[in-house]
């Protein structure tokens, strides 16, 4: 069975301090990994994918087989990154199986 | 471009009855997924349609179940309601199964 874990239900963190949203995940194949962040009343979207590898709003993500992790960093905080933030798996081809973690709210504050 | 849209917002049944939610998909998706949300918690996978199709389910009661129509909108109907089914539900589209999913605003049912 899949599972992913987000450790922090709350992080707070000083503008212009670094970030670090930690995930761990378990998976016997290959999957493929995202995080999701939504805004205070704002839907659900997509941050960033771990296959297309790119830095979106400062924010990283490397995926880490050895330690299945995959945690969210960005080197300075701003107070807009304030929001919830999750992580997912998603399972590949044929029939598909998505898994959140339980959330991370970050706090960043002024 | 139009996004993905849920209908109704709010929704309050008591236990015992059906429901039926319902979701439009973004122009040119033809992938719908359907999340649970319960209170603190992240959104469970529900299953996925893809053209018509369901492609992916997660560990829901056959009671959960659902339809993708031609044009790629979609239902979720639940049966036999429990308490438990409380929840926001959210319905996500894609361009197809890889691709990036577009979440709605989502549903919130209480069940009483």
């Known amino acids: 069975a899949q599972r992913v874990t987000q450790p922090e239900k709350l992080l707070s963190v000083f503008k212009g301090a670094p970030v670090e949203l930690k995930c761990n995940y378990s998976y016997s194949g290959s999957p493929e990994l995202f995080w999701y962040v939504q805004y205070s009343r704002q839907r659900l979207q997509l941050l960033l994918r771990h296959i297309s590898r790119e830095s979106i709003k400062g924010f990283t993500a490397d995926l880490n087989k050895g330690e299945t992790s995959f945690h969210l960093k960005k080197p300075f905080a701003q107070e807009e990154d304030s929001a919830m933030y999750y992580c997912?798996?998603?399972?590949?081809?044929?029939?598909?199986?998505?898994?959140f973690g339980t959330g991370t709210k970050l706090q960043v504050i002024p | 471009e139009t996004g993905v849209t849920q209908s109704p917002t709010h929704l309050i049944k008591t236990r015992g009855q059906q429901v039926t939610l319902r979701c439009s998909s973004q122009s040119g998706h033809n992938t719908v997924s359907w999340y649970q949300q319960a209170l603190g918690q992240g959104p469970q996978f529900i299953f996925q349609y893809y053209r018509e199709e369901e492609n992916g389910r997660g560990n829901f009661p056959p009671r959960f179940s659902g339809l993708q129509f031609p044009n790629y909108s979609s239902e979720l109907n639940v049966n036999a309601l429990e308490l438990d089914d409380s929840a926001l539900y959210l319905c996500?589209?894609?361009?197809?199964?890889?691709?990036?999913?577009?979440f709605g605003p989502g549903t919130r049912l209480t069940v009483t």
């Open positions: 997912a798996l998603k399972t590949h081809g044929g029939y598909q199986k998505v898994t």
């Open positions: 996500a589209s894609s361009l197809h199964t890889g691709s990036e999913q577009y």
